[in-house]
């Protein structure tokens, strides 16, 4: 299956708990003043790849603890994200997941997706209330979500509050 990607981190540090697999989804709908990845806005822009190119450079590394889907808007790929996400899990990763949408208020068929993330980064970023001592994240508004916790407490579950 292809999908657009604006750019890969074979290692990162950065985008979520541990060494992580980093694919920046390219297509944004929200234009967030003061993103940090404006280049990854343009639905057209980026390059296509085979996901399974993805998966084979994500089996080969036995240091990664997970993948994270970012961008961009995964949930604007959806089905590449989910074919990625499952990949990851049969490799016994975890997954994290970069949104502009929240928890409440996601895109039709986004349970896909979410029956294998792990931890769901949800909101978009506000400019007005960034503030760079945050973990993982960049606007306070934003949360770190328990994805399997809040699907079984039907309550959001933040990861921190369970030891995260």
Same mark, same amino acid.
């Given at each position: ?14 985008? @979520?708990?541990?060494?992580? !697999? ?75 997941? !970069?949104?502009? !949408? ?11 997706? =979410?029956?294998? /993330?792990?931890? =769901? /980064? ?6 007005? =209330?960034?503030? /760079?001592?945050?973990?993982?994240? @960049? ?17 959001? /579950? ?7």
């Amino acid at each position: 299956m292809l999908i657009r990607v604006a750019g890969l981190i074979p290692e990162s540090f950065v985008d @979520g708990d541990g060494i992580r !697999y980093a694919i920046f989804m390219q297509g944004c709908l929200r234009n967030c003043e003061g993103c940090q990845n404006p280049e990854t806005h343009a639905l057209n822009g980026g390059k296509l790849i085979e996901t399974s190119e993805i998966i084979s450079e994500i089996k080969k590394n036995p240091l990664l603890n997970g993948i994270t889907l970012t961008g961009g808007e995964p949930f604007l790929q959806i089905d590449a994200a989910n074919e990625l996400a499952t990949a990851a899990k049969t490799f016994g990763l975890n997954v994290w997941c !970069y949104t502009g !949408y929240t928890f409440e208020k996601m895109p039709p068929n986004a349970e896909i997706l =979410l029956k294998n /993330v792990d931890i =769901l /980064v949800d909101g978009e970023f506000i400019e007005s =209330l960034r503030d /760079v001592d945050l973990q993982f994240r @960049g606007s306070s508004n934003q949360r770190i979500i328990d994805v399997k916790k809040t699907f079984e407490q039907k309550k959001i /579950v933040l990861w921190t509050e369970i030891g995260g």
